[in-house]
C-alpha cells in the first residue's frame, strides 16, 4: 500500500493531553462531588479562585466641569470635575482598591484631526494626574495612550483619506505617554493597537527619565460592540466615522492574540490585557498558559451595562451577578481586572 503523504495544505491539530481518566480519581457511589460542596466552610477551603479589592482597578472618567454628571448608558457611572475627583477616589482607596484607570471626557470644541490636545500638558487628563498623585500618592494611576478623544473622527489613530495612520499616529502616542509620565501616572495603557507602539513608548519614556513607569499594554483589543456605553461617557460615539475593524482585533481569533501579546513583551510591556472580558476568558486563559506574565482583563461599559439593564428590571441579582463575573475573570487566569462596579464590589468584599 502505498504510504500516505501528509497533506501539506492541511493545517495542523495541535494533540492534547489525554483526559486524565475519571476512573483513575474514583467514582461513584465511593465519590460524591456533593460532599464538599455540603458546607459553607468546606466549600470555602476548597474553593480555587478568589477575588479581592487587591485585583481591581477601577475605570472613572474625568470632566472639565465641576461637580459630577451621570453617564445615561452606564447606571451609576458618574463622570467626575476635579472638584470630585479626589473624594471619590479617596473613598474606593478606602476599600483597599489598588489602582485607576482615567478616561477623559473632552469638548467637541477641542477635538482636532491632529488630536494635539492628546499632548497638552495642561489637558485635563493631565491635571486630573497631577491632582490625585498630590492627593493620594499611594493610589495607582493607569492612563490611556489613544487619540481618540482628542480626535474630531473619534479615531485612536491619525487619518488621511479615511485610513489610519500607523507610524505618524505612534509619533503623537509618544507625545502623549510624555506629558502623562511628566505629570506623574504610574502606568501608560497604549489602547490604540498600532502596531511597533510599545517599544516606541518604551524607548521614549527611558530617554526622558521614566524608566520606571510602567506600560500596561492593551495587547489583544477586539473591534467589540461592548463598547458602545464608553463612547457615549467620553463623547467619542457621535463623531465616529466607520469602524476600528482595520486596527483591533477580529472577535474570531485568538492565535494571533497571542502573537500580539508576544510582541508587546518583546517591546517592553509590562502588563498585558485583554478586552473586552467576559466574552473573551478563553483568550484570557491562553495568554496566561502561554506567558505567565501579569495578565489584565477588561470587563468593558458594555458587559457593565448588560449586567446593571437586567438588575435594573429585577431579571439578575445585581450583587450576585457582579461578584460572580468578577471571580469568572480569576478562574480564568487573570490577575487583574477593570471594572466600573470596582468601587460596587470593594464594598461587598469589605462587608463579607
Ligand atoms: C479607546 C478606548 C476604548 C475603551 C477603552 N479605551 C473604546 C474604543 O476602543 O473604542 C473601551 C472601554 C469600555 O468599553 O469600557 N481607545
Redesign the pocket.
Known sequence: MAETKANPFLRSVPERAAPRLPEALGAYPQVRMRRNRSDAWSRRLVAEARLSADDLIW?LFVQEDSGESAVASMPGVKRYGLDRLVDAVGEVAELGVPALAL?PYIDDSLKTADCAEAHNPENLVCRAIRALKAALPEMGVLV?V?L?PYNSLGH?GLVEDGRILNDETIEVLIRQALVHAEAGCDLVGP??MMDGRIGAIRGALDGAGFQDVKICAYSA?YASA??G???DAVGSGGALAGD?KTY?MDPANSDEALREVALDLQEGADLVMIKPGLPYLDVIRRVKETFGVPTVA?Q???EYAMMKAAAANGWLDNDKVLMESLVAFKRAGADAVLSYAAPEVAGLLKAG
Open positions: 475605570p478616561f490611556d489613544a481618540d485612536d489602547s490604540d483589543k461592548f463598547y456605553p464608553f463612547r476600528k483591533q477588561y468593558v461599559s458594555g
